[in-house]
């Protein structure tokens, strides 16, 4: 098992949103995955929540793959992969806690998709995770996106279901940024680059 | 002074999720609607679904199948989970193949004249009276009309049927078959099903950057304010799910598979 250090900073954050809250989280290039990985783990093993993982940057077997290494079992996670589809035999995955869909560009369907997964969950408690606003952007137009995150953020708020939209915050468009800051309740900045 | 108090038609709540929030209630009792869709666009699971939900509430309810046998009807909507054969079993969903009902009333000829669609029209008032179904779906108006040659034929019964169903308080779905894709939009094979129709719903798919997403859109409802967005669905083990269609997404979407 890896050794992996978690940002304290982010679970103490945590504990100050509801779940109407819609957090961004900006991150670095670095440091991605510790963000991530600090933000998940507090809200599955602190806050007892379930959810639905969003895969846009990468395919969910690697994510959960890359939690398994440092020992965080996310079995009770649901995942929905945007980016395995567009691999020939990436769905060919024996995993029963991700579904796929057949591109990052049918938003709708990932918003549906990730609808009935918490309608059939068990879960009292739950989050929605995208990872991330960045790679949305490089399939969908800017007014779109921005659009669409409206639309989901307040989708999952009425719900009382937390959202988390990681970002990469120089890498999204302009408009998409503004929006975020406006839709969100919460921000957990660490989008300065890390190094240990 | 009195406030005046607005009338509001009693409805028929389908129970799709978002369906009856389009519809500001649900589909006002008694209508007759069209649900006109290209093939794949989720119009049968749609409608069956509408009889599930009745079903559920302890509605008698009816499906007449004339596109598929009944068999292979139900052994497709098995695998959703909202769907339960003891539904069937027990009698609350009544399944019939148009063929079966065409040899009992002979009607074993490939076209209809006047007798014959008002022996058809008897045949099925009797079993929603009989049975008291107040849910009824035709999959599909389509086929049916096909065996009727004239267009007034086919008017005079849809409109015939229509009434006697209204006055029963039967709320009935018939599914419409388009197929082609140009503007000049119908929804109906025909021409004439979907002005005699108290609504129309229209499912098909747009085209985004070489994707497929399936919609629906209420272009037509009597009796109801309603949205006449574009939402779209996904069919899920749990039914229907609806979403509004993002509006930047029409930039670029092409409605590529309905109307005529």
């Known amino acids: ?196 | 002074m009195q406030p005046a108090t607005v009338y509001s038609r009693d409805r028929c709540i389908t129970g799709i999720h978002g369906m009856d929030e389009i519809l500001r209630g649900g589909i006002p009792y008694g209508s007759t609607v069209l649900a006109a869709g290209t093939c794949g666009s989720g119009k049968t699971t749609l409608a069956m679904e509408f009889l599930v939900r009745g079903a559920l509430a302890g509605e008698a309810c009816a499906h007449f199948t004339a596109t598929e046998p009944s068999v292979k009807l139900l052994e497709n909507i098995r695998q959703y989970a909202f769907f339960d054969m003891n539904m069937i079993d027990s009698g609350l969903i009544n399944v019939f193949d148009m063929d079966v009902l065409y040899s009992w009333l002979g009607l074993d000829k490939a076209s209809f004249d006047l007798d014959d669609v008002h022996a058809l029209i008897k045949a099925i008032v009797d079993i929603v009276n009989t049975i008291g179904v107040t849910r009824l779906v035709i999959d599909s108006v389509t086929t049916l009309c096909y065996k009727i040659k004239s267009e007034q034929l086919i008017r005079d019964f849809l409109f015939t049927l229509g009434k006697k169903l209204a006055t029963l308080g039967c709320t009935t779905i018939l599914i419409s078959e388009i197929t082609s894709a140009t503007e000049n939009a119908h929804w109906s094979s025909f021409g004439v099903e979907e002005a005699i129709a108290d609504g129309i719903i229209v499912m098909g798919d747009v085209e985004r950057m070489g994707h497929l997403l399936r919609f629906l859109q209420v272009v037509k409802m009597r009796g109801t304010s309603h949205s006449r967005a574009k939402h779209a669905i996904e069919l899920t083990p749990l039914g229907v799910m609806l979403t509004p269609m993002l509006k930047w997404g029409a930039v670029n979407d092409k409605t590529s598979r309905w109307g005529s």
Do not use: K, W
């Open chain 1, 1 to 196: 098992m890896i050794m992996f250090e978690l940002d304290q900073r982010i679970s103490e954050q945590l504990t100050e949103v509801s779940l109407n809250s819609s957090v961004q989280v900006r991150c670095g290039n670095s440091n991605a995955f510790m963000v991530t990985a600090s933000t998940m783990i507090p809200l599955m093993q602190m806050f007892e929540m379930g959810g639905v993982y969003i895969c846009a940057t990468r395919g969910a077997v690697e994510i959960i793959e890359a939690f398994e290494a440092i020992g965080v079992d996310v079995s009770n996670i649901q995942f929905v992969d945007l980016v395995s589809s567009g691999i020939l035999g990436g769905t060919d995955v024996d995993r029963p806690n991700i579904t796929f869909i057949d591109s990052p560009i049918m938003l709708e369907s990932v918003l549906l998709r990730t609808l009935y997964i918490l309608r059939t969950s068990n879960t009292e408690r739950n989050f929605v995770l995208i990872d991330s606003v960045n790679a949305l952007a490089i399939y969908n137009e800017e007014r779109m996106l921005a659009e669409y995150l409206h639309t989901f953020i307040n989708t999952f708020r009425q719900r009382e279901v937390l959202s988390v939209i990681l970002n990469v915050p120089d890498q999204v468009p302009p408009m998409v940024l503004s929006n975020l800051d406006l839709y969100c309740t919460d921000l957990i900045d660490r989008g300065q680059v890390v190094i240990h």
